[in-house]
C-alpha cells in the first residue's frame, strides 16, 4: 500500500522567512496530494492541493511542487506570519479508485519566531 | 454549525470498558470516514462508508472495533474492552462523491480517547 514519508519533523523560521516542507510517496498510482493544517486542539483543514497532472500550483503565499518521477512534493509558505504557526500534514490518495483514502505524512510542526 | 461533528469530544474510559463515538456528517454527504490519530504522528485510515455500505477497513481494525452507519447518515464507532494502545484521537471526515473526482473531506473536530 501506499506510504507517505514527510520531513522535517519540526521546523522553526524567523516571521517574514519562507517554509518549506517536503513529502514522498512510495504508491506511483497516486494522483491526488492535500496539505492539511492543524492548529492546536483543532481539526486539520485542507490548505492547498494538487494533481498529478500538474507540477506546480499556487495561492497567495502557499504553493505546492510535484514531481512525479520522483515522487515527491512539497509544500512552500512565503513571508511567513505567526499564524502559521502549526502542524502540517502531506496526504496522497487515489481519486477513481474505491475509497480514496487519505495516507498522511507524520507531520511537521511549524513554528514561526516573531 | 455546519461542519461535521462528534460527540463526545474527550472520553476518559478504564481498560476493558466498552465506549462509543458518534459522528454527524456535513448534510447530504453520502461518504464518511474513520481516522485514528495517535500524538505525534498524521491521522490513520481506519474504515470508510459510502451511503450506508461500510465498503473498506483498514487491518488497524481489529475485531473489538465496529462502525455503522444504519441509515447513510450518522455513523457510530464502537471499540469493545478498550486496552491502553487505544488511546488517541479518533477523527471523522464527510464528503460527497463525484464520479473521477476528488472532493475534500472535511474533518470533524474528533473524540479524544484515553484509556486508563
Known amino acids: 500500500g501506499e506510504n507517505v514519508e514527510q520531513h522535517p519533523s519540526t521546523l522553526s523560521v524567523q516571521e517574514g522567512d519562507s517554509a518549506v516542507i517536503k513529502c514522498t510517496y512510495s504508491?506511483?498510482?497516486?494522483?491526488?496530494f492535500p496539505w492539511y493544517k492543524q492548529e492546536l486542539g483543532k481539526r486539520p483543514q485542507l490548505i492547498i492541493d494538487?494533481?498529478?497532472?500538474?507540477g506546480e500550483k499556487k495561492d497567495q503565499r502557499i504553493a505546492v511542487t510535484l514531481n512525479k518521477t520522483a515522487k515527491h512534493f512539497s509544500l512552500h509558505i512565503t513571508e511567513t506570519q505567526p499564524e502559521d504557526s502549526a502542524v502540517y500534514f502531506c496526504?496522497?490518495?487515489?481519486?477513481?479508485?474505491?475509497?480514496?483514502?487519505?495516507?498522511f505524512g507524520q507531520g511537521t510542526r511549524l513554528t514561526i519566531n516573531p | 454549525d455546519t461542519g461535521v461533528s462528534q460527540d463526545p469530544r474527550h472520553k476518559i474510559t478504564k481498560r476493558g470498558q466498552n465506549v462509543t463515538f458518534r459522528c454527524d456528517p456535513i448534510?447530504?454527504?453520502?461518504?464518511l470516514y474513520w481516522y485514528r490519530q495517535t500524538l505525534g504522528q498524521g491521522p490513520e485510515f481506519l474504515t470508510y462508508f459510502q451511503n450506508e455500505a461500510q465498503l473498506e477497513k483498514s487491518r488497524l481494525l481489529s475485531d473489538r472495533f465496529s462502525a455503522e452507519r444504519p441509515k447513510g447518515s450518522f455513523s457510530t464507532l464502537e471499540i469493545q474492552r478498550t486496552e491502553q494502545g487505544d488511546s488517541a484521537m479518533y477523527l471523522c471526515?464527510?464528503?460527497?462523491?463525484?464520479?473521477?473526482?476528488?472532493?475534500?473531506?472535511?474533518f470533524g473536530p474528533g473524540t479524544r480517547l484515553t484509556v486508563l
Open positions: 496526504a496522497a490518495t487515489k481519486v477513481g479508485q474505491g475509497a480514496q483514502k487519505l495516507v
Open positions: 471526515a464527510s464528503s460527497v462523491s463525484a464520479s473521477g473526482l476528488y472532493n475534500e473531506q472535511f
Open positions: 448534510s447530504e454527504h453520502n461518504r
Open positions: 494538487i494533481r498529478s497532472n500538474v
Open positions: 504508491d506511483s498510482a497516486s494522483n491526488y
